[in-house]
């Protein structure tokens, strides 16, 4: 069965790229958020099997909405995007509970490493 991923980002065609990379390579895109509230609420519903969470966004940012969903589910799969420069911030997150991080642009190689080794 295909591993449910929810993906999380401020910017639609960032959304797109991770969507056409992991659709390419037998992954179920469950849901798609535009901020930290929708990913909490999205989490929820959909229960996924790992998340790609983008640092910074509107309402609630990326790390907020990481823990939110860790409270939620303490063994939640969470991978942040962050762009370069954003080392602080990346550091926070896998305090977190993030299970790795991935730089944009998005490397595919880079973005499925990331993804596998986070399920396996």
Do not use: W
């Not at 960032?14 to 930290?36: F, H, P, Q, T, W």
């Not at 229960?47 to 640092?55: A, C, K, R, S």
Request: contains cysteine; glycine residues 6%.
């Amino acid at each position: 069965m295909a591993h449910k991923i929810l993906i999380v980002d401020d910017a639609a065609f960032m959304r797109m790229m991770i969507k056409d990379i992991l659709s390419k390579n037998g992954y179920e895109i469950v849901g798609e958020a535009a901020d930290g509230m929708q990913a909490v609420e999205q989490y929820k519903e959909h229960q996924p099997d790992l998340v790609t969470m983008d640092i910074t966004m509107p309402e609630m940012d990326g790390i907020t909405a990481l823990k939110e969903i860790k409270k939620l589910n303490p063994s939640a799969k969470v991978i942040m995007c962050s762009a370069m420069g954003q080392q602080a911030m990346v550091i926070d997150a896998i305090q977190a509970g993030a299970k790795d991080f991935i730089v944009k642009p998005f490397q595919a190689d880079r973005v499925l490493e990331a993804i596998g080794k986070a399920l396996s």
